[in-house]
């Protein structure tokens, strides 16, 4: 499977009411798809929604990887629903939180994920100023595959919601500021 594309695969019924697995090997962190292929976006954001549908998952994120190598290894568990729960989110409510984390993987230095986190806290400033901001940065060498670097920020609000912006680094790329702005 080539590490740049999300699996075309679902996650079956396993007969019962018993739990379907799945473990696909792939790049974890790869620029050229969708967020829903990152897994942190799956931790923290998409399983804290379904959850709400009353879809329940365990993600075990076992080795991250990186584009164009991939290689990473993510456990993926989900507990099977007779009906789904219904769920009404019309108001936005106000940002009562944002929190993230500025990441980097392999030989990349861990400097990169300081400026990263300062730079994506410089650009939500301008916008929200009296929030505080929790943007933490992160080096990755023991569960990750080859070298990255990437941004994930999410705000929560009064009512529930949660809003996310991400980026995945490529050479010589500012990815704090793209980030810190998708969010807000």
């Known amino acids: 499977m080539r590490s740049d594309s999300w699996p075309n695969w679902s996650l079956s019924w396993s007969g019962g009411l018993q739990p379907a697995a799945r473990e696909p090997r792939l790049g974890s962190h790869a620029y050229m798809v969708t967020r829903f292929s990152t897994s942190r976006f799956l931790l923290q954001v998409f399983k804290p929604i379904v959850e709400k549908f009353g879809v329940h998952f365990d993600c075990d994120i076992r080795l991250r990887g990186y584009y164009p190598k991939g290689g990473g290894e993510v456990m993926v ?3 099977p629903v ?3 729960q219904p769920v009404t989110m019309t108001e936005r409510g106000t940002i009562t939180k944002i929190h993230g984390r500025a990441f980097v993987a392999g030989v990349l ?3 990169l994920a300081k400026d990263m986190s300062a730079a994506a806290v410089r650009t939500i400033r301008k916008e929200i100023k009296e929030l505080y901001i ?4 992160v080096q990755e060498k023991d569960k990750a595959y ?3 670097n990437g941004i994930i920020i999410i705000a929560e609000s009064s009512t529930g919601c949660l809003f996310a912006g991400s980026a995945l680094g490529k050479k010589g790329e500012d990815v704090g500021r793209p980030a810190g702005g998708s969010t807000c």
């Open 82 to 84: 007779k009906e789904l």
């Open 134 to 137: 929790n943007i933490q940065p």
């Open 77 to 79: 568990t989900v507990n």
């Open 109 to 111: 230095p861990f400097k």
């Open 146 to 148: 080859g070298n990255g």
